[in-house]
């Protein structure tokens, strides 16, 4: 609950801040680009406003995850015809970023009667789940590897995306990893914006994933692996 009403809180604040950030920066990067193109003829100082530039995009990566967070409220639902096509369309998305760290993916349907029936009764919000997959899937791809460079040379990367929708009321997602596992610090904090391990990370992914989960009316967990090394985080989501 706490949990929750912190985030709503926290959705709230991000839509105002993000819309007074976004115009001063939008004048801030057309400006910085004419500069660069008066400075073409002068290196150095290209290479500063350059520097600049790439400053500028930054500050509005983390303003549009912002404005993403808070929009994670507003859910528009569409039937799911086929649930096997629509995990490949996330999987899609990662398929470099996969193939570039060999990790091996495997994606599990359990759900093998009345098939037709019971897909045409999942209706989610398309792009904001999918968005909820590719950042779970980020992450496990960061995790993975992470274990790789650190010690295990030999571990295979595995990770798996589970669907379930034998229940007639929830689709039950998990994706399930071999990297580095999660402690009790990273366990508590993991879901506040901002909240990071990684020299590159926003720290919004998981606040974004729990915004939506929300206002899909649906919980999340992530939790270790009981059996080995890595993480499970699984979702629950109510299918109309
Ligand atoms: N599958 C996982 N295995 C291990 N740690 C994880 C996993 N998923 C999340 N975490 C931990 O939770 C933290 C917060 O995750 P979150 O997605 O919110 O931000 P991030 O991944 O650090 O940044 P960004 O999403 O912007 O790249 C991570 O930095 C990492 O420490
Ligand atoms: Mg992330």
């Known amino acids: ?40 003829d002068k290196p150095e100082l290209l290479s500063n406003a350059q520097q600049i530039h790439k400053g500028i995009k ?18 528009r639902k569409e039937p799911v015809t086929d649930v096997r096509e629509y995990l490949q369309g996330v999987l899609d998305i990662l398929k470099k970023k996969i193939e570039d760290s060999e990790i091996e993916v495997t994606v599990k349907i359990l759900d093998t009667t009345c098939e037709e029936r019971r897909q045409s009764l999942l209706s989610i919000d398309h792009y904001q789940i999918k968005q909820v997959l590719v950042n779970l899937l980020s992450n496990a791809i960061d995790a993975v590897n992470e274990r790789y460079s650190h010690d295990d040379f030999k571990v295979v990367k595995k990770i798996s995306l589970v669907s379930d929708l034998q229940d007639s009321q929830f689709w039950i997602l998990s994706i399930i990893d071999n990297g580095v596992g999660i402690n009790d610090e990273v366990k508590e904090n993991m879901f506040d914006p901002f909240y990071t391990t990684k020299n590159e990370g ?5 606040a974004i994933v ?31």
């Not at 926003?202 to 998981?206: C, E, I, Q, R």
Request: glycine share 10%; charged share 15%; with cysteine.
């Open 1 to 40: 609950m706490e949990q929750e009403q912190r985030l709503v809180a926290m959705g709230k604040m991000a839509a105002t801040l993000a819309h007074e950030i976004r115009n001063p920066l939008g004048s801030m990067e057309l400006f910085c680009s004419l500069l660069e193109q008066d400075l073409v």
């Open 210 to 240: 729990g915004s939506i989960i929300l206002a899909h009316g649906g919980h999340i967990n992530i939790e270790n692996n009981s059996n080995e090394l890595g993480c499970r985080a699984t979702i629950k989501l109510l299918r109309n």
């Open 202 to 206: 926003t720290g919004l992914g998981l």
């Open 58 to 75: 930054t500050v509005n990566h983390i303003i549009t995850n912002c404005l993403q967070f808070a929009k994670g409220m507003i859910v």
